[in-house]
């Protein structure tokens, strides 16, 4: 039997069919498909099957009908309460920040991670499209806190409104100066209202302050309490001028009536010799500067003379710690070390306290450290190590090299106490002048790819790119130097240290600093800042903002103003708390979720949100920087006035 022939085939399987011509044909169409389809090759079947595959991805994936209802089942398997998120929106009431907040402790990983996908949907896009630029853990870290509120609008996990645009776009209008939004930022916000948005502030925190934490240290405004330190009322005093410059008279009286009645220092309590004298008897000092109530210059008498027991030393370098109830000082309990900007930044206040009450052994105590730090070996260029021993009165822990914390305002404080003392001092000046000398040999450099100078730290001879947001003081204080006849260099160094510290800022998704930076140096680096994990916290701190009214002040150029605007914009955005007060925040780069540590240091009060009302003045009287030298607590005290 020879084979059929094609039409053979079909001929005889076209007669065992017969249920009309179209089914026929169909049926022959089939047929004849299939044959072919046989004779083809394995690779020229599967290459025919894969183009067929891609075809229909591509099909389904152009069809809008298609991927909108697979979006819409994506969203609501991962959120089932979806639904329900917008109501608490229509009554237009703020969720309470503190259930929320203990809502959000309660709930496992799990749920949070679930519920990172409430809030808009075209939040959700925007945020998926402007990414995480260093470390993609945080962006997951939790949207949880943002919820759905009427169009445009989200209210954070601290009850705040906020606009969906400029919480996740408006960045991008402050990096570009010229956009339309910037240039209508810059008008419609004038000198007065800005102040008054600081007032605000301050009423704000000053309403938590005195709702769960009135007469005590901090106010811990998520859980409603407050935390202890001393003891000794703290944030009221360290904001006594702050409401006394601000125009707070309500505020500030209440706060005077309980300094009045209450305060005591007769108190078996241990204190830092540092924190206690920038903060309380600076805060005392230049509120009774300001007021002439003498009722502050008698506490700054006895917290000041409380002190003293802390430079009972072989070495007369001052311990540490001072337990003002019983007159006993000691280091920390791990070492005989005390910090080297500690025992150098308290000079301002015990000499303004000498020259108040005539009383000289304050002054020659703190003048006594710097004529020893002054001899000591061990510096680098001008530039001095983090740690000196309370017994040998020697450096240790030598060959680190910092502008940061510990060695900060060692560098402030020879500038200012020159200022303060009428620029006779010399050997302060020459200090200064060689550390600035030993900053710019050693610790300055530039970032990739934009060129930011910055300022980084000395290890053994080792350069590391690390900037803590407390070196942000230093645009400020350089400025100074230079309003004080110092080389016109020190300004354009800080000017463009300022523009550093303010990239620290809008360069993070928060808007907000991070505690510490590190700065890219290595070429084919995209950006110029990184942020470890560690260190993204922010806490409130003054320096940048500081540096900011310097810099204001002494160039009457607005850009500084509009910078300290922002800032203030953002401090509002992420860290106000609705029921009362300002709290410190873990991560500023999620803005969703910026996770708050419950804490409102008192230098919110003393310094950032003075500093930033006095940015916003063009009224160089108020607080003139040629009659006031402020402390490193932002408390203003006098320039001496020449003695014949
Ligand atoms: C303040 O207590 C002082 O400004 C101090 O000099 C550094 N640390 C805080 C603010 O950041």
Redo the contacts with the bound molecule.
Sequence with gaps: MHPPSRQDYVSINLAGQGSGSYNNNKQWRRQSFWRKWKQLSRLQRSLILFILVLLFICGLASSPTVTEHFKGLTEREQDPDRSSIPRPFSSHVPPDPVQQWQQLQSEQPSERKLSNKRGPPVLQNRLEKKGNTSDSAVKDEGADSKREGEEGRVISWHGEVIDTEQATEGRKDWENKDSPANREFNISDDSASRQEAVREAFRHAWKGYKDYAWGHDELRPISKSYSEWFGLGLTLIDALDTMWILGLKQEFEEAKTWAATKLTFNKNVDVNLF?ST??ILGGLLSTYHLTGDTLFLDKAKDIGSRLMPAFNTQSKIPYSDVNIGKGTAHPPRWTSDSTV?EVT?IQLEFRELSRLTQEPHYQSAVAEVMKRVHQLDGKLDGLVPMFINTNSGQFTHQGIYTMGARA??YY?YLLKQWIQGGKKENQLLEDYLLAIEGLKKNLLQKSLPSGLTFVGELSHGQFSPKMD??VC?LPGTLALGAHNGLPAEHMNLAKQLMETCYQMYIQMETGLSPEIVHFNMHQGSTRDIDVKLADRHN?L???TV?SLFYLYRFTKDHKYQDWGWEILQNFNKHTKVSSGGYTSINNVRDPEYPSPRDKM???FL??TLKYLYLLFSDDLNLISLDQYVFN???HPLPIWPPTV
């Design positions: 924190e920038i903060r900007a930044s900060d305002s402030e947001h407390l003081f806490l701190r003054p320096e500081e240091e008192s230098f003393g310094e490193t607590e932002a």
